[in-house]
């Protein structure tokens, strides 16, 4: 099966994907693919490059990866792809309508603003959801472009911050207490991570992608407070409509947890949270790469095959391993 491994990219989290992709790489079992690294730079180069694959394995973050263009390009091309479909990555990568949805259908979500303009900015507006406050671009990732705002005086350059990265800005009530991750693969639950930073108060990019940069280990929680957190991740990802993976990040205040937002191509570092999750479920970072392969191509009607090969639909597949059942 040929297998492109689709990184970089043109957003600010180019770097991130570039070493998600390295992993992936370092990790995609030869004996059942045939692999493709593809560095994208610019926009146009997608259609040439990934012509002649098998399946699309999106390594990509932010804008023009995560917001459902490369999907639609994908679709539009008949290639499969790895994770979440057009509408449920544009969605997610949409802070405050993601946030609308959750909030109408009952999930916990903090309070917020978006702003777009500097002429919306409103400190007294801000000041009603109470210091300190999370600012950060609408349509970011990675930590990039956040301030943590503590008192009115710092507000306006942080929001001008936030829209120096993205066209909109949330404004978002912080809520101190203890952040969890819940990753998810084919609508199951994978074990839950609680994170601690080490040497920074909340988990900056230095404590996502620095080696030791945070504790992260899966935690225990009392089976009451499990329940609501498995729930509001679950229903996450079902409002958000998501599929394949993904990994819902809360805030747990006194038993009640908070989703902050859905992420539909998680990171692949060696420091990201999904394939630590996966390895304390027992699946290796290679299985977790076969699975997220099986699943997506299952997903886009594509039958399975020899282990987790698969072939494309009512036609047979000459790669490595690869049989149609069409």
């Known amino acids: 099966m040929k297998v492109g491994v689709i990184m970089g990219g043109v957003s600010s989290e180019r770097e991130v994907s570039l070493q998600s992709g390295k992993e992936i790489l370092a990790h995609l079992d030869r004996n059942q693919y045939v692999v493709y690294p593809i560095d994208i730079s610019r926009r146009e180069e997608l259609v040439d490059k990934v012509n002649h694959l098998d399946i699309a394995l999106l390594a990509l973050h932010g804008t023009y990866g995560e917001d459902g263009t490369v999907q ?3 679709e539009t091309l008949g290639i499969p792809y790895t994770g979440s479909g057009v509408l449920s990555s544009s969605l997610c990568m949409n802070k405050n309508i993601a946030k609308k949805l959750l909030r109408y259908e009952g999930v916990p979500t903090p309070d917020w ?3 777009s303009t500097m002429s919306e900015y409103s400190a007294e507006a801000a000041g009603k959801l109470g210091y300190p ?3 950060k671009p609408n349509s970011g990732g990675s930590s990039i472009g956040i301030r943590i705002v503590k008192q009115v005086e710092e507000l306006r ?3 001008e911050e936030a829209l120096r990265w993205d066209n909109e800005a949330i404004i978002e009530q912080y809520i101190q207490g203890e952040e969890l991750t819940c990753s998810m693969i084919d609508g199951e639950l994978l074990p839950i991570i609680g994170i601690q ?5 909340w988990f900056d990019y230095e404590a996502k992608y620095e080696d030791g940069g945070a504790l992260e280990q899966v ?5 009451e407070v499990d329940e609501r957190v498995r729930q509001a991740a679950l229903a996450s990802y079902r409002i958000l409509k998501c599929s394949v993976y993904a990994r819902v990040d809360i805030i747990l205040r006194d038993g009640m947890p908070f989703v902050l937002e859905v992420n539909t191509l998680p990171g692949m570092t060696r420091n990201s949270l999904l394939p630590k999750s996966a390895q304390a479920a027992g699946i290796t970072y290679s299985e977790l790469l076969d699975k997220i392969i099986s699943v997506s191509l299952a997903k886009s009607g594509y039958s399975t095959g020899i282990d ?7 036609q047979s597949i000459k790669s490595v391993g690869v049989v ?3």
Do not use: F, M, Y
């Open 72 to 74: 639609g390009t994908l």
């Open 219 to 223: 935690i225990k929680l009392e089976p």
């Open 157 to 159: 350059s942080a929001v």
């Open 197 to 201: 930073p080490n040497g920074s108060e």
């Open 113 to 115: 603003l978006c702003w």
């Open 308 to 314: 987790t090969g698969t072939g494309r639909k009512d």
């Open 133 to 135: 406050l999370v600012v």
């Open 324 to 326: 149609s059942n069409g």
